[in-house]
């Protein structure tokens, strides 16, 4: 009766360890899948709403700014907080880092098809090492349209692709 007793606490022991360990495998399985898919989405929106008019390579360049910045140890470390990214200037202003955030944020996209490439190009960001050799390689962590003077100091710059100037360091 005893080992009896004592086999059915391990039994139970041995099962309700694999069910705990089959539940968090699966519940953590989710939460990965859902934060991925929460970056990409993120990183989508920014390649859309910053370059949906532009060439393969703009959309890779913009892309790759992203990427970089998320690496740089400069700016936040996942996507999405350096998506909307704000910060206050010297006369106490909130500034967005992409401009889109604080002018289109909660606006849907307009064509599908520029949409569908820049989900292409999100995930492919989250699996390849780098999109785009240049801006990879200069590290390039800045850009603004051609229509557009900042007036950032020390600013290099790497390339003009379309629309875009892309910038090393400011």
Same mark, same amino acid.
Not at 47 to 58: K, L, R
Not at 69 to 85: A, E, L, M, T
Not at 103 to 127: C, V
């Given at each position: ?27 953590? #399985?989710?939460? $990965? ?41 400069? !700016? ?6 350096? $998506? ?10 909130? $500034? ?7 002018? !289109?944020?909660?606006? #849907?996209? #307009? ?36 229509? $557009? ?10 390339? #003009? ?10």
């Amino acid at each position: 009766m005893l080992r009896n007793l004592l086999l059915l606490i391990v039994s139970l022991l041995v099962y309700t360890t694999t069910l705990s360990t089959e539940f968090v495998n699966t519940v953590s #399985k989710k939460q $990965v899948s859902q934060e991925y898919n929460k970056q990409v989405e993120c990183l989508a929106k920014n390649i859309y709403w910053e370059s949906a008019s532009e060439s393969y390579e703009g959309k890779l360049a913009v892309a790759q700014v992203t990427m970089n910045r998320v690496n740089s140890g400069k !700016f936040p470390s996942d996507i999405c907080s350096v $998506v909307y990214q704000k910060t206050v200037n010297r006369d106490s202003r909130t $500034v967005c880092q992409f401009s889109w955030t604080c002018l !289109f944020n909660g606006k #849907k996209e #307009k064509d599908r098809y520029e949409w569908e490439q820049s989900l292409m190009i999100a995930k492919r960001a989250l699996t390849e090492p780098f999109l785009h050799d240049i801006i990879a390689q200069t590290n390039a962590l800045y850009y603004h349209a051609v229509y $557009v003077t900042p007036g950032w100091p020390k600013a290099r710059v790497v390339k #003009k692709i379309g629309n875009h100037i892309f910038y090393s360091t400011i």
